[in-house]
């Protein structure tokens, strides 16, 4: 990023109080729920987390405790109280996690909970008293409803709408039940239910076919599906807007079924252009698009906004469209280009006059189309301030810096992260420590807020606590520091082992210096070949070094189920790099024709499936079982719960009828290495020992053939159940694993590491729950 070094050392010494600009037009973008309503909400989600401790917290919504549109909270000790006061809910449910973590060293993650509250609470005294330096927290990527959410029930929701809250999260996503109220317009409109039947994607598709990407893969839907998503989007809505958030509900961004040429002969709509590898099957590809300029663009837009708004109890006036995603437009004229924006938006205003329109700016990461004149074009017909842009990933791809601060519109700076939901310890923690402040002053800097975009989440705790901790800082953190603290809290208790190993963590696989969006595509969970290259980034001989650490600290950790589920991790991780190098190894004797060591190298990886397998059965949260479960959970019928079971199996496999995106959305769960995974390099070895044998020259188009038609599509099909329950002990399997390929590991490291007793260590830091850097 331009003048990066330049702008931190600034930062390091002028912190940043408040956002460059302040757009007026977004004043009207705030709660509506009373104070008293979101005080009671956030005691409620007090109760739910520690319901015996509940009653020594009282918490109160006073929105002119801070500067307007800048969430406050303040946190003092009064009379064996601890009281919390904020601006809105959500400003409020921040401030008490605030105080779990640096009064009382406890720690809320996807992973798991760490409450150990101590019995005399901390006290606060003067008051605690901090405002966001920006004005919104979003939160979620379109692609997030499908990789994660798709299958979760209200339970689950009430869990991750209670982590919003006490992360600041005050913009997300609500995206569930579009299709219901779709599916009320469109009849309406003289479509069938064959005409929508063949139109929206299945649960697990539905984020693509809603961006036009694709259409009916997946599908139909059901009418159980229908009802079960409008209760719960009831249910998520009230509870976000309860706690003061600005829930984003959906917009028409363009993309009609196939129907609509009949229904509507004289509109203009053309064929979409063609996604990823979908032209193999037409029925799937190249949806419909009606032009925004066209008049039955609003007619239907504004149909679904004002159904929506009917439905759900009106509107918070922020809405996400996206028109192009990973599609290049028919034209890059430049008023072709602002008049798809404009329709958009002029559609939006007519059903919600104070409606905002917030976009995903992934378009513009695109090479070859949207250069700097066709983005101020598509930006700038939007009147400025009433389009807010998500600068989707500027942690690895930022755009916000090479167009001028998106030419005046608002943007949050967000950090994507992770791709497809995939499994792999990966971060930039000392890039975005200074690449969110760069945003903040960068000259003309039109920041409103940062964002967290990942595709999947459930994966890599640490980086999302990380950038939340950022989102109320008004300078950098001290990196070290953090994570010394982040270890001490997520397990309740300091450890030196765990210490050193996330030292090396935090220097190593957390601090990528590139901007790779495919930081997880090892050779493992890909479809075997004999040409892959594995994008291994870091040194992992140096990543090694931590597992060995953090198996030595179950002597203090062993009873910590956050210990126990990043015990498994790191140890995934190891092996997973070790069969990396096995495939490497591999590749190198087998260009040398060496038979004998070529099926050796390839033994070994298979080898090394099986133990992932077994490591990862050891912990609930990594078992195959959950996902699938989860899915035929919301089938009321037989033939509905196989329906469901087959899209969950799809995305994390094949991804589509003929494997289009074949692997995106690999994971590294118990019983899915094993079935899955395992049977398909096993294929590859017995096809590569005849052809090694015969002498042929190896034919890659006819293997993949083979593995879709005999492992990949057949599994996908399969009905077997996978267990929900884990097996074996962690640390047990974990230190057997360990000394199992120590040698391996010693010979790549040039260490070789061993256990040590480390029950006599009893070193403490100073202040072991506070980060002295905040």
Same mark, same amino acid.
């Given at each position: 990023?331009?003048?990066?070094?330049?702008?931190?050392?600034?930062?390091?010494?002028?912190?940043?109080?408040?956002?460059?600009?302040?757009?007026?037009?977004?004043?009207?973008?705030?709660?509506?729920?009373?104070?008293?309503?979101?005080?009671?909400?956030?005691?409620?989600?007090?109760?739910?987390?520690?319901?015996?401790?509940?009653?020594?917290?009282?918490?109160?919504?006073?929105?002119?405790?801070?500067?307007?549109?800048?969430?406050?909270?303040?946190?003092?000790?009064?009379?064996?109280?601890?009281?919390? %006061?904020?601006?809105?809910?959500?400003?409020?449910?921040?401030?008490?996690?605030?105080?779990?973590?640096?009064?009382?060293?406890?720690?809320?993650?996807?992973?798991?909970?760490?409450?150990?509250?101590?019995?005399?609470?901390?006290?606060?005294?003067?008051?605690?008293?901090?405002?966001?330096?920006?004005?919104?927290?979003?939160?979620?990527?379109?692609?997030?409803?499908?990789?994660?959410?798709?299958?979760?029930?209200?339970?689950?929701?009430?869990?991750?709408?209670?982590?919003?809250?006490?992360?600041? *999260?005050?913009?997300?996503?609500?995206?569930?039940?579009?299709?219901?109220?779709?599916?009320?317009?469109?009849?309406?409109?003289?479509?069938?239910?064959?005409?929508?039947?063949?139109?929206?994607?299945?649960?697990?598709?539905?984020?693509?076919?809603?961006?036009?990407?694709?259409?009916?893969?997946?599908?139909?839907?059901?009418?159980?599906?229908?009802?079960?998503?409008?209760?719960?989007?009831?249910?998520?809505?009230?509870?976000?807007?309860?706690?003061?958030?600005?829930?984003?509900?959906?917009?028409?961004?363009?993309?009609?079924?196939?129907?609509?040429?009949?229904?509507?002969?004289?509109?203009?709509?053309?064929?979409?252009? *063609?996604?990823?590898?979908?032209?193999?099957?037409?029925?799937?590809?190249?949806?419909?698009?009606?032009?925004?300029?066209?008049?039955?663009?609003?007619?239907?837009?504004?149909?679904?906004?004002?159904? !929506? *708004?009917?439905?759900?109890?009106?509107?918070?006036?922020?809405?996400?469209?996206?028109?192009?995603?990973? !599609?290049?437009?028919?034209?890059?004229?430049?008023?072709?280009?602002?008049?798809?924006?404009?329709?958009?938006?002029?559609?939006?205003?007519?059903?919600?006059?104070?409606?905002?329109?917030?976009?995903?700016?992934?378009?513009?990461?695109?090479?070859?189309?949207?250069?700097?004149?066709?983005?101020?074009?598509?930006?700038?017909?939007?009147?400025?301030?009433?389009?807010?842009?998500?600068?989707?990933?500027?942690? *690895?791809?930022?755009?916000?810096?090479?167009?001028?601060?998106?030419?005046?519109?608002?943007?949050?700076?967000?950090?994507?992260?992770?791709?497809?939901?995939?499994?792999?310890?990966?971060?930039?923690?000392?890039?975005?420590?200074?690449?969110?402040?760069?945003?903040?002053?960068?000259?003309?800097?039109?920041?409103?807020?940062?964002?967290?975009?990942?595709?999947?989440?459930?994966?890599?705790?640490?980086?999302?606590?990380?950038?939340?901790?950022?989102?109320?800082?008004?300078?950098?953190?001290?990196?070290?520091?953090?994570?010394?603290?982040?270890?001490?809290?997520?397990?309740?208790?300091?450890?030196?082992?765990?210490?050193?190993?996330?030292?090396?963590?935090?220097?190593?696989?957390?601090?990528? !210096?590139?901007? %790779?969006?495919?930081?997880?595509?090892?050779?493992?969970?890909?479809?075997?070949?004999?040409?892959?290259?594995?994008?291994?980034?870091?040194?992992?001989?140096?990543?090694?070094?931590?597992?060995?650490?953090?198996?030595?600290?179950?002597?203090?950790?062993?009873?910590?189920?956050?210990?126990?589920?990043?015990?498994?991790?790191?140890?995934?991780?190891?092996?997973?790099?070790?069969?990396?190098?096995?495939?490497?190894?591999?590749?190198?004797?087998?260009?040398?024709?060496?038979?004998?060591?070529?099926?050796?190298?390839?033994?070994?990886?298979?080898?090394?499936?099986?133990?992932?397998?077994?490591?990862?059965?050891?912990?609930?949260?990594?078992?195959?079982?959950?996902?699938?479960?989860?899915?035929?959970?919301?089938?009321?019928?037989?033939?509905?719960?196989?329906?469901?079971?087959?899209?969950?199996?799809?995305?994390?496999?094949?991804?589509?009828?003929?494997?289009?995106?074949?692997?995106?959305?690999?994971?590294?769960?118990?019983?899915?290495?094993?079935?899955?995974?395992?049977?398909?390099?096993?294929?590859?070895?017995?096809?590569?020992?005849?052809?090694?044998?015969?002498?042929?020259?190896?034919?890659?188009?006819?293997?993949?053939?083979?593995?879709?038609?005999?492992?990949?599509?057949?599994?996908?099909?399969?009905?077997?159940?996978?267990?929900?329950?884990?097996?074996?002990?962690?640390?047990?399997?974990?230190?057997?694993?360990?000394?199992?390929?120590?040698?391996?590991?010693?010979?790549?490291?040039?260490?070789?590491?061993?256990?040590?007793?480390?029950?006599?260590?009893?070193?403490?830091?100073?202040?072991?729950?506070?980060?002295?850097?905040?």
């Amino acid at each position: 990023m331009r003048h990066l070094s330049t702008i931190v050392s600034i930062i390091t010494v002028f912190a940043v109080h408040i956002s460059a600009i302040e757009f007026k037009s977004l004043d009207h973008i705030k709660t509506k729920t009373r104070p008293d309503d979101q005080a009671a909400a956030v005691t409620a989600l007090i109760r739910r987390l520690i319901p015996e401790r509940a009653a020594a917290f009282t918490v109160v919504v006073n929105p002119s405790l801070g500067p307007p549109r800048l969430d406050t909270f303040q946190i003092e000790s009064s009379n064996n109280k601890v009281n919390i %006061t904020g601006t809105t809910g959500v400003a409020a449910a921040w401030g008490f996690y605030h105080y779990l973590k640096h009064y009382c060293g406890c720690h809320i993650s996807w992973a798991g909970n760490q409450l150990n509250v101590p019995s005399t609470l901390p006290k606060v005294q003067p008051a605690l008293k901090i405002t966001s330096p920006n004005r919104f927290r979003y939160y979620q990527n379109v692609c997030t409803v499908s990789y994660s959410f798709v299958w979760w029930n209200w339970t689950r929701w009430e869990r991750e709408i209670d982590w919003m809250a006490m992360n600041g *999260i005050n913009l997300p996503l609500a995206f569930n039940a579009q299709e219901a109220i779709w599916h009320k317009v469109y009849l309406k409109m003289g479509f069938t239910q064959k005409d929508l039947d063949t139109h929206f994607g299945g649960p697990a598709f539905l984020a693509w076919a809603r961006m036009g990407n694709i259409h009916g893969w997946g599908g139909p839907l059901t009418q159980s599906w229908h009802a079960n998503q409008l209760q719960l989007q009831h249910q998520i809505l009230k509870r976000m807007r309860d706690l003061g958030m600005t829930p984003v509900l959906p917009a028409f961004a363009g993309h009609v079924p196939n129907a609509t040429v009949r229904l509507f002969p004289k509109a203009n709509i053309i064929n979409g252009t *063609i996604w990823s590898k979908f032209y193999k099957d037409p029925q799937y590809c190249c949806t419909k698009y009606l032009v925004p300029s066209d008049p039955l663009f609003k007619t239907i837009g504004k149909a679904f906004i004002e159904t !929506m *708004i009917a439905e759900f109890n009106g509107t918070d006036h922020v809405y996400n469209a996206d028109l192009f995603n990973e !599609m290049n437009p028919v034209s890059n004229d430049l008023g072709y280009l602002a008049n798809a924006s404009r329709g958009v938006y002029d559609t939006i205003i007519s059903a919600d006059p104070k409606g905002i329109w917030l976009m995903q700016g992934w378009l513009f990461t695109v090479n070859g189309f949207w250069y700097k004149e066709q983005i101020k074009a598509h930006l700038t017909a939007v009147p400025l301030g009433r389009l807010i842009v998500l600068d989707l990933a500027s942690d *690895i791809l930022p755009v916000y810096d090479r167009t001028d601060s998106y030419y005046g519109q608002p943007f949050i700076w967000c950090m994507l992260h992770n791709f497809g939901g995939n499994h792999g310890l990966y971060g930039r923690l000392d890039y975005i420590n200074k690449a969110v402040f760069v945003g903040r002053i960068f000259p003309g800097s039109t920041m409103v807020g940062t964002g967290l975009t990942p595709e999947g989440i459930d994966q890599n705790d640490v980086m999302y606590a990380f950038m939340n901790d950022l989102a109320w800082r008004t300078q950098p953190a001290n990196v070290t520091a953090w994570i010394d603290s982040y270890a001490v809290r997520r397990y309740g208790k300091f450890s030196q082992q765990s210490h050193n190993a996330w030292r090396i963590l935090k220097d190593t696989i957390y601090n990528s !210096m590139e901007n %790779t969006k495919e930081h997880n595509r090892n050779a493992i969970v890909s479809r075997p070949s004999l040409k892959s290259q594995p994008d291994m980034w870091y040194d992992w001989r140096e990543v090694a070094k931590a597992w060995p650490l953090m198996i030595n600290a179950s002597a203090e950790l062993g009873t910590s189920p956050l210990y126990r589920y990043d015990l498994v991790d790191i140890g995934r991780q190891v092996l997973q790099d070790i069969s990396a190098s096995y495939y490497a190894e591999f590749q190198t004797v087998f260009n040398k024709n060496n038979k004998t060591a070529a099926r050796s190298c390839l033994a070994k990886i298979l080898d090394v499936l099986l133990d992932m397998d077994t490591l990862l059965a050891t912990d609930s949260h990594w078992l195959l079982g959950n996902w699938l479960e989860s899915a035929k959970a919301l089938g009321t019928s037989v033939k509905e719960q196989k329906w469901l079971d087959y899209n969950a199996r799809n995305q994390i496999t094949i991804w589509g009828p003929h494997a289009e995106i074949n692997d995106y959305a690999n994971k590294q769960w118990a019983g899915l290495m094993k079935s899955y995974y395992h049977r398909r390099w096993s294929l590859f070895a017995f096809e590569l020992d005849i052809y090694m044998d015969e002498h042929r020259v190896w034919n890659q188009t006819r293997f993949n053939e083979l593995c879709l038609n005999t492992i990949e599509m057949p599994w996908t099909f399969d009905t077997s159940d996978f267990t929900t329950e884990p097996v074996g002990d962690t640390v047990k399997v974990s230190r057997w694993l360990f000394e199992k390929y120590k040698k391996d590991i010693s010979s790549r490291t040039g260490d070789v590491v061993e256990f040590v007793d480390v029950s006599s260590q009893r070193w403490r830091p100073n202040k072991p729950y506070m980060d002295n850097s905040s």
